[in-house]
Nanobody, 124 residues
Framework: VQLQASGGGLVQPGGSLRLSCAAS????????AAWFRQPPGKEREFVAT????????YDRDSVKGRFTISRDNQKKTVYLQMNDLKPEDTAVYYCAAGRPITSSQSDKNAYYYWGQGTQVTVSS
């Protein structure tokens, strides 16, 4: 499975962005898809994941209801709608696909396939 992330950019605090991750090859609909992010100088961290059946899970501490993950299996695309963006959301955002067990959904090592990353910068 190849993943291509897009939709990043520069946005002011309080603004919104929608990231997209298009998959090609493989049977994307059978995989969980996730978004991770890597802030400058920090480790890659979990943001959200969505299972093949639409079940979602978020990192509550960082997201707090501002982000929504969704997928369209016919289009082989996963989305991350980000609202009320804050400067601390600045990071390179990566999409990933895999088949993690429930307890490993936030573990980056549980995902087999990764996109190239898209930069999100929140600044006034």
């Amino acid at each position: 499975v190849q993943l291509q992330a897009s939709g990043g950019g520069l946005v002011q605090p309080g603004g919104s962005l929608r990231l997209s991750c298009a998959a090609s090859g493989g049977t994307f609909s059978r995989y969980s898809a996730a978004w991770f992010r890597q802030p400058p100088g920090k480790e890659r961290e979990f943001v959200a994941t969505i299972r093949w059946n639409g079940e979602k899970s978020y990192d509550r501490d960082s997201v707090k209801g501002r982000f929504t993950i969704s997928r369209d299996n016919q289009k082989k695309t996963v989305y991350l709608q980000m609202n009320d963006l804050k400067p601390e959301d600045t990071a390179v955002y990566y999409c990933a696909a895999g088949r993690p067990i429930t307890s490993s959904q936030s573990d980056k090592n549980a995902y087999y396939y990764w996109g190239q990353g898209t930069q999100v910068t929140v600044s006034s």
